[in-house]
Protein backbone atom coordinates (compact mmCIF):
# COMPACT_ATOMS: atom_id res chain seq x y z
CA UNK A 1 0.00 0.00 0.00
CA UNK A 2 1.82 3.44 -1.06
CA UNK A 3 -1.45 5.41 -0.63
CA UNK A 4 -1.20 6.95 2.55
CA UNK A 5 -2.25 10.47 2.81
CA UNK A 6 -1.48 12.99 5.19
CA UNK A 7 -0.56 9.77 7.76
CA UNK A 8 -0.12 10.49 11.01
CA UNK A 9 3.78 10.68 12.32
CA UNK A 10 4.68 7.23 12.37
CA UNK A 11 6.53 5.49 15.58
CA UNK A 12 10.39 6.42 15.86
CA UNK A 13 11.79 2.59 16.14
CA UNK A 14 10.11 -0.28 16.78
CA UNK A 15 11.24 -0.26 20.15
CA UNK A 16 9.01 2.33 20.71
CA UNK A 17 6.19 0.70 19.09
CA UNK A 18 7.30 -2.19 21.39
CA UNK A 19 7.04 0.28 24.59
CA UNK A 20 3.14 1.19 24.04
CA UNK A 21 1.56 -2.45 23.00
CA UNK A 22 3.72 -4.18 25.67
CA UNK A 23 2.33 -0.92 27.75
CA UNK A 24 -0.86 -1.61 27.15
CA UNK A 25 -0.50 -5.32 27.36
CA UNK A 26 1.09 -6.02 30.77
CA UNK A 27 -1.02 -4.58 33.65
CA UNK A 28 -3.48 -5.65 36.49
CA UNK A 29 -4.71 -8.68 33.81
CA UNK A 30 -1.24 -9.97 34.43
CA UNK A 31 -0.20 -9.89 37.79
CA UNK A 32 -3.90 -9.34 39.19
CA UNK A 33 -6.61 -11.19 37.26
CA UNK A 34 -4.60 -14.16 35.89
CA UNK A 35 -3.79 -15.57 39.07
CA UNK A 36 -7.03 -15.14 40.61
CA UNK A 37 -8.99 -16.52 37.78
CA UNK A 38 -6.36 -19.62 38.21
CA UNK A 39 -6.94 -20.02 41.37
CA UNK A 40 -10.93 -19.72 40.61
CA UNK A 41 -10.55 -22.39 37.80
CA UNK A 42 -8.43 -24.94 39.61
CA UNK A 43 -5.22 -24.45 38.29
CA UNK A 44 -3.37 -26.21 35.42
CA UNK A 45 -6.20 -26.61 33.11
CA UNK A 46 -7.21 -22.92 32.88
CA UNK A 47 -3.35 -21.95 32.65
CA UNK A 48 -2.89 -24.87 29.76
CA UNK A 49 -6.16 -23.94 27.88
CA UNK A 50 -5.24 -19.96 28.19
CA UNK A 51 -2.06 -20.43 26.82
CA UNK A 52 -3.44 -22.47 23.58
CA UNK A 53 -5.59 -19.58 23.17
CA UNK A 54 -2.89 -16.81 23.46
CA UNK A 55 -1.38 -18.63 20.73
CA UNK A 56 -3.65 -19.82 18.35
CA UNK A 57 -6.29 -17.20 18.98
CA UNK A 58 -4.04 -14.11 20.77
CA UNK A 59 -1.61 -13.75 18.13
CA UNK A 60 -3.22 -13.90 14.94
CA UNK A 61 -6.13 -11.44 16.06
CA UNK A 62 -2.80 -9.26 17.71
CA UNK A 63 -1.20 -9.50 14.10
CA UNK A 64 -4.80 -8.74 12.62
CA UNK A 65 -5.39 -5.76 14.46
CA UNK A 66 -1.84 -4.02 13.77
CA UNK A 67 -2.33 -4.85 9.74
CA UNK A 68 -5.67 -3.34 9.59
CA UNK A 69 -4.49 -0.28 11.66
CA UNK A 70 -1.13 -0.17 9.60
CA UNK A 71 -3.28 0.00 6.51
CA UNK A 72 -6.39 2.23 8.20
CA UNK A 73 -4.03 4.70 9.27
CA UNK A 74 -6.76 5.92 11.82
CA UNK A 75 -8.98 5.65 14.75
CA UNK A 76 -10.94 2.36 14.36
CA UNK A 77 -13.86 3.38 13.05
CA UNK A 78 -12.11 5.57 10.29
CA UNK A 79 -9.97 2.39 9.88
CA UNK A 80 -13.12 -0.21 9.46
CA UNK A 81 -15.34 2.06 7.26
CA UNK A 82 -12.02 3.24 5.34
CA UNK A 83 -10.72 -0.33 4.28
CA UNK A 84 -14.52 -1.82 4.24
CA UNK A 85 -15.40 1.10 1.74
CA UNK A 86 -12.18 0.37 -0.21
CA UNK A 87 -12.86 -3.36 -0.90
CA UNK A 88 -16.73 -2.76 -1.15
CA UNK A 89 -17.67 -4.58 2.14
CA UNK A 90 -20.24 -3.79 3.94
CA UNK A 91 -20.30 -0.95 6.71
CA UNK A 92 -21.44 -2.90 9.05
CA UNK A 93 -17.77 -3.80 9.78
CA UNK A 94 -17.63 -0.08 11.50
CA UNK A 95 -19.37 -1.76 14.54
CA UNK A 96 -16.06 -3.36 15.19
CA UNK A 97 -14.45 0.18 16.19
CA UNK A 98 -17.65 1.42 17.78
CA UNK A 99 -17.93 -2.20 20.23
CA UNK A 100 -14.65 -1.40 21.09
CA UNK A 101 -14.81 1.87 22.22
CA UNK A 102 -17.63 0.82 24.26
CA UNK A 103 -15.93 -2.09 25.88
CA UNK A 104 -12.70 0.45 26.65
CA UNK A 105 -15.46 2.58 28.63
CA UNK A 106 -16.58 -0.81 30.44
CA UNK A 107 -13.50 -1.74 31.15
CA UNK A 108 -12.04 1.12 32.02
CA UNK A 109 -14.62 1.82 34.47
CA UNK A 110 -13.91 -0.96 36.76
CA UNK A 111 -9.66 -1.63 35.93
CA UNK A 112 -9.43 1.94 37.63
CA UNK A 113 -11.05 0.62 40.69
CA UNK A 114 -8.43 -2.15 41.16
CA UNK A 115 -5.55 0.17 40.44
CA UNK A 116 -7.33 2.39 43.19
CA UNK A 117 -6.79 -1.20 45.60
CA UNK A 118 -2.79 -0.85 44.16
CA UNK A 119 -2.39 2.98 45.14
CA UNK A 120 -4.43 1.79 48.74
CA UNK A 121 -1.04 -0.77 48.87
CA UNK A 122 1.29 1.49 48.30
CA UNK A 123 0.27 3.16 51.34
CA UNK A 124 0.06 -0.02 53.53
CA UNK A 125 2.98 -1.13 52.50
CA UNK A 126 5.01 2.45 52.67
CA UNK A 127 3.96 2.49 56.54
CA UNK A 128 4.56 -0.95 57.19
CA UNK A 129 1.27 -2.42 57.64
CA UNK A 130 2.38 -5.69 56.45
CA UNK A 131 4.86 -6.56 59.34
CA UNK A 132 3.94 -9.17 61.51
CA UNK A 133 0.37 -9.82 59.22
CA UNK A 134 -0.71 -13.14 59.40
CA UNK A 135 -3.25 -14.74 56.86
CA UNK A 136 -6.17 -13.41 58.99
CA UNK A 137 -4.47 -9.92 58.96
CA UNK A 138 -4.04 -9.28 55.67
CA UNK A 139 -7.56 -10.92 55.13
CA UNK A 140 -9.33 -8.21 57.54
CA UNK A 141 -7.07 -5.44 55.93
CA UNK A 142 -8.32 -6.16 52.57
CA UNK A 143 -12.21 -6.41 54.12
CA UNK A 144 -12.02 -2.97 55.29
CA UNK A 145 -10.81 -1.58 51.78
CA UNK A 146 -13.48 -3.31 50.14
CA UNK A 147 -16.09 -2.80 52.89
CA UNK A 148 -15.77 1.27 53.10
CA UNK A 149 -17.46 2.65 49.74
CA UNK A 150 -15.24 6.24 50.60
CA UNK A 151 -12.00 4.95 50.93
CA UNK A 152 -12.36 2.84 47.55
CA UNK A 153 -14.13 5.84 45.54
CA UNK A 154 -11.05 7.91 46.66
CA UNK A 155 -8.48 5.66 45.17
CA UNK A 156 -10.61 5.14 42.24
CA UNK A 157 -10.76 8.74 42.20
CA UNK A 158 -6.98 9.16 42.07
CA UNK A 159 -6.48 6.66 39.63
CA UNK A 160 -8.12 8.44 37.35
CA UNK A 161 -7.05 11.56 37.47
CA UNK A 162 -3.49 10.46 37.15
CA UNK A 163 -5.14 8.36 34.03
CA UNK A 164 -7.06 11.83 32.61
CA UNK A 165 -3.94 14.07 33.55
CA UNK A 166 -2.01 11.88 30.90
CA UNK A 167 -4.33 11.81 28.29
CA UNK A 168 -5.50 14.58 28.47
CA UNK A 169 -1.77 16.41 28.15
CA UNK A 170 -1.20 14.13 25.08
CA UNK A 171 2.39 13.25 26.78
CA UNK A 172 2.46 9.60 26.87
CA UNK A 173 6.00 10.12 25.23
CA UNK A 174 7.55 10.96 28.41
CA UNK A 175 5.26 8.21 29.83
CA UNK A 176 7.11 5.67 27.36
CA UNK A 177 10.08 6.78 28.23
CA UNK A 178 9.94 5.95 32.00
CA UNK A 179 7.97 2.67 30.75
CA UNK A 180 11.77 1.82 29.30
CA UNK A 181 12.98 1.69 32.94
CA UNK A 182 9.94 0.60 34.71
CA UNK A 183 8.56 -2.20 32.88
CA UNK A 184 11.87 -4.26 33.36
CA UNK A 185 11.95 -3.28 37.12
CA UNK A 186 8.49 -4.64 37.56
CA UNK A 187 10.29 -7.66 35.83
CA UNK A 188 12.87 -8.08 38.01
CA UNK A 189 10.81 -7.47 40.75
CA UNK A 190 8.81 -10.22 39.96
CA UNK A 191 11.56 -12.68 39.47
CA UNK A 192 12.96 -11.71 42.83
CA UNK A 193 9.24 -12.52 44.31
CA UNK A 194 9.52 -15.80 42.46
CA UNK A 195 12.98 -16.15 44.15
CA UNK A 196 11.46 -15.29 47.60
CA UNK A 197 8.50 -18.45 47.08
CA UNK A 198 11.02 -20.45 45.69
CA UNK A 199 13.20 -20.20 48.91
CA UNK A 200 10.24 -20.05 51.36
CA UNK A 201 6.81 -20.98 50.41
CA UNK A 202 5.43 -24.42 48.91
CA UNK A 203 7.10 -23.85 45.83
CA UNK A 204 6.43 -27.22 44.53
CA UNK A 205 3.04 -27.30 45.53
CA UNK A 206 2.42 -23.89 43.76
CA UNK A 207 4.22 -24.85 40.23
CA UNK A 208 1.96 -28.49 40.24
CA UNK A 209 -0.97 -26.37 40.76
CA UNK A 210 -0.14 -23.91 37.87
CA UNK A 211 1.42 -26.55 35.50
CA UNK A 212 0.05 -29.70 36.33
CA UNK A 213 -3.37 -30.08 34.31
CA UNK A 214 -6.66 -31.57 36.59
CA UNK A 215 -8.70 -32.11 33.47
CA UNK A 216 -11.39 -32.85 35.34
CA UNK A 217 -11.24 -29.08 35.87
CA UNK A 218 -12.39 -28.29 32.43
CA UNK A 219 -15.50 -27.28 31.58
CA UNK A 220 -17.08 -24.51 29.18
CA UNK A 221 -17.02 -21.93 31.93
CA UNK A 222 -13.35 -22.72 32.33
CA UNK A 223 -12.43 -22.29 28.49
CA UNK A 224 -14.48 -19.70 28.00
CA UNK A 225 -12.59 -17.59 31.29
CA UNK A 226 -9.10 -18.76 29.24
CA UNK A 227 -10.59 -17.69 25.94
CA UNK A 228 -11.52 -14.17 27.32
CA UNK A 229 -8.78 -13.88 29.42
CA UNK A 230 -6.55 -13.90 26.35
CA UNK A 231 -8.16 -11.50 24.43
CA UNK A 232 -8.37 -8.89 27.92
CA UNK A 233 -4.06 -9.40 28.53
CA UNK A 234 -3.57 -8.90 25.25
CA UNK A 235 -5.66 -6.04 25.14
CA UNK A 236 -7.45 -7.31 22.15
CA UNK A 237 -11.20 -6.51 20.55
CA UNK A 238 -11.19 -3.23 21.81
CA UNK A 239 -9.48 -1.49 19.06
CA UNK A 240 -6.39 -0.18 20.84
CA UNK A 241 -3.80 -2.19 18.93
CA UNK A 242 -5.59 -1.67 15.92
CA UNK A 243 -5.11 2.09 16.70
CA UNK A 244 -1.50 1.21 17.74
CA UNK A 245 -0.84 -0.37 14.29
CA UNK A 246 -1.71 3.00 12.22
CA UNK A 247 1.90 4.14 13.85
CA UNK A 248 4.02 1.20 12.84
CA UNK A 249 5.64 2.06 9.94
CA UNK A 250 6.23 -0.62 7.04
CA UNK A 251 9.57 -2.19 7.47
CA UNK A 252 8.56 -3.45 11.18
CA UNK A 253 8.03 -7.08 11.26
CA UNK A 254 4.14 -7.74 12.43
CA UNK A 255 4.82 -10.93 13.45
CA UNK A 256 8.08 -11.25 15.13
CA UNK A 257 7.05 -7.85 16.93
CA UNK A 258 3.32 -9.48 17.76
CA UNK A 259 5.02 -12.54 19.34
CA UNK A 260 7.28 -10.12 21.56
CA UNK A 261 4.49 -8.77 23.10
CA UNK A 262 2.40 -12.15 23.39
CA UNK A 263 5.92 -13.77 24.82
CA UNK A 264 6.84 -10.74 27.33
CA UNK A 265 3.05 -10.53 28.56
CA UNK A 266 3.06 -14.20 28.84
CA UNK A 267 6.36 -14.33 31.30
CA UNK A 268 4.93 -11.88 33.19
CA UNK A 269 1.37 -13.52 33.56
CA UNK A 270 3.26 -16.73 35.05
CA UNK A 271 5.69 -15.41 36.78
CA UNK A 272 2.51 -14.08 39.27
CA UNK A 273 1.38 -17.11 39.06
CA UNK A 274 4.66 -18.50 40.39
CA UNK A 275 5.19 -15.52 42.78
CA UNK A 276 1.79 -16.05 44.50
CA UNK A 277 0.63 -19.50 44.56
CA UNK A 278 3.75 -20.63 46.76
CA UNK A 279 2.22 -18.35 48.98
CA UNK A 280 -1.10 -19.81 48.86
CA UNK A 281 -0.37 -23.19 49.54
CA UNK A 282 2.44 -22.12 52.22
CA UNK A 283 -0.20 -20.09 54.24
CA UNK A 284 -3.05 -22.90 54.04
CA UNK A 285 -5.21 -19.39 52.12
CA UNK A 286 -8.05 -20.32 49.62
CA UNK A 287 -6.08 -20.40 45.67
CA UNK A 288 -9.99 -19.63 45.00
CA UNK A 289 -10.22 -16.61 47.33
CA UNK A 290 -11.41 -14.36 44.00
CA UNK A 291 -10.26 -10.83 42.97
CA UNK A 292 -8.74 -9.84 46.27
CA UNK A 293 -6.18 -12.93 45.70
CA UNK A 294 -3.04 -11.08 45.33
CA UNK A 295 -3.58 -8.55 48.07
CA UNK A 296 -4.76 -11.05 50.55
CA UNK A 297 -1.02 -12.85 49.79
CA UNK A 298 1.83 -11.10 48.58
CA UNK A 299 1.31 -8.41 52.37
CA UNK A 300 2.29 -12.10 53.65
CA UNK A 301 5.36 -11.94 51.98
CA UNK A 302 6.25 -8.40 52.27
CA UNK A 303 5.68 -8.15 56.05
CA UNK A 304 7.95 -10.94 56.43
CA UNK A 305 11.04 -11.36 54.39
CA UNK A 306 14.16 -8.54 55.20
CA UNK A 307 13.09 -5.59 53.37
CA UNK A 308 9.66 -6.46 52.57
CA UNK A 309 8.66 -2.71 53.07
CA UNK A 310 10.77 -1.51 50.33
CA UNK A 311 10.02 -4.14 48.24
CA UNK A 312 6.20 -4.28 48.70
CA UNK A 313 6.78 -0.14 48.36
CA UNK A 314 8.38 -0.72 45.10
CA UNK A 315 6.02 -3.63 44.15
CA UNK A 316 2.54 -1.76 44.26
CA UNK A 317 4.33 1.27 42.54
CA UNK A 318 5.34 -0.92 39.41
CA UNK A 319 1.91 -2.80 39.87
CA UNK A 320 0.12 1.24 39.66
CA UNK A 321 2.69 2.08 36.82
CA UNK A 322 1.73 -1.30 34.94
CA UNK A 323 -1.68 -0.38 35.37
CA UNK A 324 -1.71 2.77 34.77
CA UNK A 325 0.07 2.73 31.53
CA UNK A 326 -3.00 -0.27 30.55
CA UNK A 327 -5.60 2.36 31.76
CA UNK A 328 -4.29 5.09 29.41
CA UNK A 329 -4.10 2.50 26.22
CA UNK A 330 -8.09 2.09 27.51
CA UNK A 331 -9.11 5.99 27.83
CA UNK A 332 -7.09 7.19 25.09
CA UNK A 333 -9.07 5.74 22.17
CA UNK A 334 -12.67 6.85 23.92
CA UNK A 335 -11.13 10.41 24.06
CA UNK A 336 -9.95 10.48 20.37
CA UNK A 337 -13.40 9.21 19.33
CA UNK A 338 -14.74 12.19 21.00
CA UNK A 339 -12.54 14.69 19.70
CA UNK A 340 -13.45 14.14 16.75
CA UNK A 341 -17.14 13.75 16.71
CA UNK A 342 -18.05 16.32 19.24
CA UNK A 343 -17.02 19.68 19.12
CA UNK A 344 -14.38 19.45 22.26
CA UNK A 345 -11.35 19.72 22.52
CA UNK A 346 -8.80 17.52 23.76
CA UNK A 347 -8.97 18.43 26.97
CA UNK A 348 -12.51 18.84 27.31
CA UNK A 349 -13.27 15.30 25.62
CA UNK A 350 -10.18 14.11 28.49
CA UNK A 351 -12.53 15.59 30.92
CA UNK A 352 -15.73 13.99 29.85
CA UNK A 353 -14.76 11.21 28.57
CA UNK A 354 -12.92 10.82 32.01
CA UNK A 355 -15.76 12.14 34.06
CA UNK A 356 -18.08 9.39 32.77
CA UNK A 357 -16.04 6.43 33.27
CA UNK A 358 -15.41 7.73 36.70
CA UNK A 359 -19.41 7.42 37.21
CA UNK A 360 -19.30 4.46 36.42
CA UNK A 361 -16.66 3.03 38.48
CA UNK A 362 -18.57 3.82 41.16
CA UNK A 363 -21.05 1.43 40.72
CA UNK A 364 -17.93 -1.42 40.77
CA UNK A 365 -16.85 0.59 44.04
CA UNK A 366 -20.27 0.23 45.51
CA UNK A 367 -20.56 -3.60 44.31
CA UNK A 368 -17.98 -4.85 46.56
CA UNK A 369 -19.59 -3.52 49.84
CA UNK A 370 -23.22 -1.40 49.81
CA UNK A 371 -24.64 -3.07 46.58
CA UNK A 372 -23.09 -6.59 47.11
CA UNK A 373 -26.72 -7.97 47.35
CA UNK A 374 -27.84 -6.56 44.01
CA UNK A 375 -27.13 -8.99 41.69
CA UNK A 376 -28.46 -8.49 38.01
CA UNK A 377 -27.71 -12.19 35.98
CA UNK A 378 -26.93 -14.04 39.47
CA UNK A 379 -23.38 -11.45 39.14
CA UNK A 380 -22.47 -8.30 41.22
CA UNK A 381 -21.76 -5.37 39.14
CA UNK A 382 -17.96 -5.62 38.86
CA UNK A 383 -18.79 -9.27 37.95
CA UNK A 384 -20.84 -8.61 35.14
CA UNK A 385 -19.02 -5.90 33.65
CA UNK A 386 -16.06 -8.24 33.88
CA UNK A 387 -18.49 -10.83 32.77
CA UNK A 388 -19.73 -8.79 29.42
CA UNK A 389 -16.58 -7.53 28.62
CA UNK A 390 -14.03 -10.52 28.48
CA UNK A 391 -16.66 -13.11 27.91
CA UNK A 392 -18.98 -11.42 25.80
CA UNK A 393 -17.73 -8.45 23.83
CA UNK A 394 -14.24 -8.55 23.11
CA UNK A 395 -14.57 -12.12 22.02
CA UNK A 396 -17.41 -11.19 19.65
CA UNK A 397 -15.41 -8.01 18.17
CA UNK A 398 -12.00 -10.25 17.57
CA UNK A 399 -13.91 -13.19 16.44
CA UNK A 400 -14.90 -10.22 13.75
CA UNK A 401 -11.85 -8.64 13.69
CA UNK A 402 -9.80 -12.08 12.09
CA UNK A 403 -13.52 -13.22 10.09
CA UNK A 404 -12.63 -9.56 8.30
CA UNK A 405 -9.27 -10.27 7.66
CA UNK A 406 -9.08 -14.03 6.66
CA UNK A 407 -12.31 -13.86 4.59
CA UNK A 408 -13.24 -10.73 3.04
CA UNK A 409 -9.64 -9.19 2.44
CA UNK A 410 -7.55 -9.97 -0.15
CA UNK A 411 -4.60 -12.93 -0.01
CA UNK A 412 -2.11 -10.81 -1.42
CA UNK A 413 -2.90 -7.37 0.62
CA UNK A 414 -2.68 -9.45 3.57
CA UNK A 415 0.50 -11.61 2.51
CA UNK A 416 2.17 -8.29 1.80
CA UNK A 417 1.20 -6.37 5.18
CA UNK A 418 2.69 -9.38 7.32
CA UNK A 419 5.95 -9.97 4.89
CA UNK A 420 5.68 -13.63 5.40
CA UNK A 421 7.68 -16.64 3.83
CA UNK A 422 5.56 -19.14 1.95
CA UNK A 423 4.89 -21.44 4.39
CA UNK A 424 4.82 -19.14 7.24
CA UNK A 425 2.16 -17.79 5.31
CA UNK A 426 0.22 -20.79 4.69
CA UNK A 427 -0.05 -21.67 8.18
CA UNK A 428 -1.33 -17.66 9.60
CA UNK A 429 -3.80 -17.42 6.65
CA UNK A 430 -5.31 -21.16 7.97
CA UNK A 431 -5.10 -20.32 11.52
CA UNK A 432 -6.90 -17.13 10.83
CA UNK A 433 -9.10 -18.68 8.62
CA UNK A 434 -10.06 -21.49 10.45
CA UNK A 435 -8.73 -22.65 13.90
CA UNK A 436 -8.89 -18.92 15.45
CA UNK A 437 -12.33 -17.67 14.32
CA UNK A 438 -14.25 -21.33 14.64
CA UNK A 439 -12.44 -21.84 17.93
CA UNK A 440 -13.89 -18.72 19.24
CA UNK A 441 -17.47 -19.65 17.73
CA UNK A 442 -17.51 -23.07 19.33
CA UNK A 443 -16.87 -21.86 22.78
CA UNK A 444 -18.87 -18.67 22.17
CA UNK A 445 -22.24 -21.00 20.82
CA UNK A 446 -21.82 -23.53 23.54
CA UNK A 447 -21.39 -21.28 26.62
CA UNK A 448 -24.66 -19.39 24.82
CA UNK A 449 -26.82 -22.26 24.92
CA UNK A 450 -25.57 -23.87 28.05
N1 LIG B 1 -4.17 -5.78 28.80
C1 LIG B 1 -4.33 -5.07 30.05
C2 LIG B 1 -3.94 -5.95 31.18
O1 LIG B 1 -3.65 -7.13 30.98
O2 LIG B 1 -3.94 -5.47 32.30
C3 LIG B 1 -5.73 -4.60 30.26
C4 LIG B 1 -6.28 -3.93 29.08
C5 LIG B 1 -5.66 -2.81 28.56
C6 LIG B 1 -7.35 -4.49 28.48
C7 LIG B 1 -6.15 -2.25 27.43
C8 LIG B 1 -7.84 -3.95 27.35
C9 LIG B 1 -7.20 -2.82 26.84
F1 LIG B 1 -7.68 -2.31 25.74
NA1 LIG C 1 -1.91 -8.30 29.96
Redesign the pocket.
Known sequence: MTNKPHSHAQWSSRIAFLLAAVG???????IW?FPYMTGESGGGAFVLVYLICILLIGLPILMSEWLLGRLGQKNPISTMNRIAGRLKRSKAWVLIGVGGILA?WL?LSF?SVIGGWALAYIRYSATATFTGLDGEGVGALFSNLLGSPGLLLLWHSLFMILTIAIVAGGVAGGLERAAKILMPALAVLLLVMVGYAATTGSFEAGLDYLFNPDFSRLDGDVILAAMGHAF????LG?G?MMAYGSYLSDDVNIGRTALTVVVL?TIIALAAGMAIFPIVFANGLDPAAGPGLIFQTLPLAFGSMSGGVIFGTLFFVLLVF??WT?AI??LEPIVEWLEEKSPLNRLQSALVAGAATWLLGIATVLSFNDWSAFTPFGMTVFDLLDYVTSKFMLPLTGLATIVFVGWFMGRDEVRAQLNMSGMAFAWWRFSARFIAPIGVAIVFVYNLIH
Not at 24 to 30: H, I, Q, R, Y
Not at 232 to 235: C, G, H, K, P, V
Request: no cysteine; hydrophobic share 50%.
Open positions: SSVGLGNKAIYFTLSMIDAASSL
